[in-house]
Nanobody
Framework: QVQLVESGGGSVQAGGSLRLSCTASGYRGSCLGWFRQAPGKEREAVAG????????FYADSVKGRFTVSYDNAKNTLLLQMSSLKPEDTAMYYC?????????????????WGQGTQVTVSS
């Protein structure tokens, strides 16, 4: 059974950096992704990576600022966030697909973590 646990959230000044981690115990799917949701807003996909690390996707709003990666040895999904903006403030969730042929925001994510809060102040 897949168990996802996020960590690394916190409060940071605009322009700062944070690294989010998500341990993916029992992960045997094809894609891991990060999603976020701010109060009053819909959940949106942030970034994701295929099981082999050959394919990644990013929301336009974070391209050039965020980097997603996966540490196979530690079964950990990472999201390096730089040049953070107040609009990045949200609860961040990691999610995992089962077996799928494509890794993108609309892939079937069937396992979800509980989330970690990121707050960026101006």
């Amino acid at each position: 059974q897949v168990q996802l646990v996020e960590s690394g959230g916190g409060s940071v000044q605009a322009g700062g950096s944070l690294r989010l981690s998500c341990t993916a115990s029992g992960y045997r799917g094809s894609c891991l992704g990060w999603f976020r949701q701010a109060p009053g807003k819909e959940r949106e996909a942030v970034a994701g990576i295929s099981s082999g690390g050959r394919t990644t996707f990013y929301a336009d709003s974070v391209k050039g600022r965020f980097t997603v990666s996966y540490d196979n040895a530690k079964n950990t999904l990472l999201l390096q966030m730089s040049s953070l903006k107040p609009e990045d403030t949200a609860m961040y969730y990691c999610a995992a697909t089962g077996f799928t042929y494509r890794c993108y925001s609309g892939s079937p994510y069937i396992n979800w973590g509980q989330g970690t809060q990121v707050t960026v102040s101006s």
